[in-house]
Nanobody, 129 residues
Framework: QVQLVESGGRLVQAGGSLRLSCVAS????????MGWFRQAPGKEREFVAA????????RYADSVKGRLTISRDNAKNTMYLQMNSLKPEDTAVYYC??????????????????????WGQGTQVTVSS
């Protein structure tokens, strides 16, 4: 079992920056690929960014490339999402998720919701225009 807790969401003006954090507890964090997803009002949850267990592999949704950066610190059991040049369309609840990769060979970065085993409760990001 892994417990995930997101933080860092708040109201910010367009063009501003935020850093979201996701702290994991339970089974060894280093065995998990981690991802960020978001859900805007009235829309389905969508993929934002993901990173494999070692940090070697990263993937981003086209809508956030060049503006959002995913990273992780395995010593602190924490994943981050640095969000720059924020836009009103980035407004959503942001969820972190964990995918167990202890037996995964090679660099695999999961981007589908169904690949993830554990989810956090979410943190609200609101970008005002």
């Amino acid at each position: 079992q892994v417990q995930l807790v997101e933080s860092g969401g708040r109201l910010v003006q367009a063009g501003g920056s935020l850093r979201l954090s996701c702290v994991a507890s339970g089974r060894a964090f280093r065995y998990y690929a981690m991802g960020w997803f978001r859900q805007a009002p009235g829309k389905e949850r969508e993929f934002v960014a993901a990173i494999n267990w070692s940090g070697e592999g990263k993937r981003y949704a086209d809508s956030v490339k060049g503006r959002l950066t995913i990273s992780r610190d395995n010593a602190k059991n924490t994943m981050y999402l640095q969000m720059n040049s924020l836009k009103p369309e980035d407004t959503a609840v942001y969820y972190c998720a964990a995918d167990y990769q202890a037996y995964t060979v090679g660099v695999v970065v999961p981007i589908e919701e169904g690949e993830y085993d554990y989810w956090g409760q979410g943190t609200q990001v609101t970008v005002s225009s």
